[in-house]
């Protein structure tokens, strides 16, 4: 199909506006009374050498945020598994942050998993976690039964959160 110039610019404004390619075929039906199949107006726009706009990526809510100190948990959201309530053994245990707990994310997730990666805590223990299709968070210790002190949990679920929104996730 061949266009006049004012339509040709008409399409290329629209790509800039950031139309999807259905939106620009809708458009030259209602504006021009040209229509056209979305195949046809594909070959059209890379005819023009034009390249839609990417729409802009989504943007999910934290998978899980501890609650900010001094602060009550959100209403409606059990606090992590394995951690303690406020008040609640706050005194035996070290204040959060006092060891260092590193997380990476692997490149490629491991089966079953929508995304994965390795911890090291503070103590030196290791474990991979991952998080499955359910959106629920799971760490496999290298050595049988170990479990990390709460505040080393706390600061892995700050760097994990940290390290997935660094990736966009």
């Given at each position: 199909?061949?266009?006049?110039?004012r339509?040709?610019?008409?399409?290329?404004?629209?790509?800039?506006?950031?139309?999807?390619?259905?939106?620009?075929?809708?458009?030259?039906?209602?504006?021009?009374?040209?229509?056209?199949?979305?195949?046809?107006?594909?070959?059209?726009?890379?005819?023009?050498?034009?390249?839609?706009?990417d729409?802009?990526p989504?943007?999910?809510?934290?998978?899980?945020?501890?609650?900010?100190?001094?602060?009550?948990?959100?209403?409606?959201?059990?606090?992590?598994a394995?951690?303690?309530?406020?008040?609640?053994?706050?005194?035996?245990?070290?204040?959060?942050?006092?060891?260092?707990?590193?997380?990476?994310?692997?490149?490629?997730?491991?089966?079953?998993?929508?995304?994965?990666?390795?911890?090291?805590?503070?103590?030196?223990?290791?474990?991979?976690?991952?998080?499955?299709?359910?959106?629920?968070?799971?760490?496999?210790?290298?050595?049988?039964?170990?479990?990390?002190?709460?505040?080393?949990?706390?600061?892995?679920?700050?760097?994990?959160?940290?390290?997935?929104?660094?990736?966009?996730?």
């Amino acid at each position: 199909m061949n266009l006049d110039d004012r339509q040709k610019k008409a399409v290329a404004g629209w790509i800039t506006e950031g139309l999807r390619l259905s939106d620009i075929q809708s458009r030259l039906n209602s504006e021009f009374g040209v229509s056209l199949t979305y195949m046809a107006v594909r070959l059209l726009v890379d005819d023009l050498k034009l390249l839609p706009k990417d729409p802009p990526p989504k943007v999910d809510k934290p998978l899980v945020a501890p609650p900010p100190q001094g602060k009550e948990p959100r209403p409606g959201i059990p606090p992590a598994a394995g951690l303690p309530m406020e008040g609640e053994a706050a005194a035996a245990s070290p204040p959060v942050g006092t060891g260092k707990v590193t997380v990476s994310v692997d490149l490629m997730a491991r089966p079953g998993a929508m995304v994965s990666g390795s911890v090291t805590f503070s103590d030196g223990q290791s474990a991979v976690w991952y998080l499955d299709q359910m959106g629920r968070l799971g760490i496999a210790p290298q050595q049988q039964g170990y479990k990390p002190s709460a505040p080393d949990l706390q600061a892995f679920q700050r760097a994990l959160e940290s390290e997935l929104s660094k990736l966009g996730i």
